[in-house]
């Protein structure tokens, strides 16, 4: 296990298409989190699963985006009828509670651009 | 609203100098960690800190948590090249697991 990876590392699509991103945490891991980052400023939540639960959701998460964690291990990120303003870079996390708490193992992040 | 404000915003300076970034909230933290950003990549995890007053080393790198765990600071003695990067501080309030993070402070030494 080489750590939190995700999928795509980029995507770009047009406006109005749904896109789907998959994060694998790192195995051991039951906490996974998903983050929104535009350029210049630091990851803001958007939601938090432990295990297969989704436990707090963002108010940034609009009804078009969904989060799944099906088996509480890989987690997707679909956003719907995607806007110009989802342009960002979205970063996934994982931690156990059991060893670290609070601290968060980042993957490399999937940029999306929507034209 | 951010409730965790870093300074300075960016940082340029020469090889071989000295450099503190502060990380500040009116928000007590149970635990607040320090990220490095490089450009299209995550944050990596440079160290946590969850005592008030604690001070922790990394090399060259000095991080202290506050007292009233409501700020931070980091230190680089003789900066490198290789420390240039967007640093992050993140914060954990409460037993709630989500981490806030702070503006970012991006740093570059130039050689």
């Known amino acids: 296990d080489t750590g939190v990876s995700q999928n795509p590392r980029h995507k770009i699509t047009k406006r109005g298409q749904n896109v789907t991103f998959r994060c694998d945490p790192i195995s051991e891991h039951n906490r996974l989190y998903w983050y929104r980052q535009t350029l210049g400023q630091g990851p803001e939540f958007l939601t938090y699963?432990?295990?297969?639960?989704?436990?707090?959701k963002s108010r940034l998460l609009s009804d078009r985006f969904s989060a799944e964690r099906p088996k509480g291990s890989f987690s997707t990120l679909e956003i719907q009828r995607t806007e110009q303003g989802d342009s960002a870079m979205y970063l996934c996390?994982?931690?156990?509670?059991?060893?670290?708490?609070?601290?968060?193992?980042f993957g490399q992040g999937t940029r999306l651009t929507v034209v | 609203t951010q409730l965790l404000e870093q300074s300075p915003q960016f940082l340029s300076i020469q090889e071989g100098e000295n450099l503190t970034v502060y990380c500040n909230s009116s928000s007590v933290f149970s635990s607040l960690q320090w990220y490095r950003q490089e450009p299209g990549e995550g944050p990596v995890l440079l160290v946590t800190?969850?005592?008030?007053?604690e001070v922790k080393k990394l090399k060259r790198l000095t991080f202290q948590f506050g007292d009233a765990r409501k700020d931070s600071s980091l230190h680089i003695t003789a900066a490198q090249p290789g420390d240039t990067g967007l640093y992050l501080c993140a914060g954990e309030r409460g037993k709630n697991e989500k981490l806030t993070f702070g503006t970012g402070t991006r740093l570059t030494i130039i050689p």
């Open positions: 800190v969850v005592t008030g007053g």
């Open positions: 699963f432990q295990n297969e639960a989704q436990l707090e």
């Open positions: 996390a994982s931690s156990s509670a059991a060893i670290t708490p609070g601290e968060g193992f």
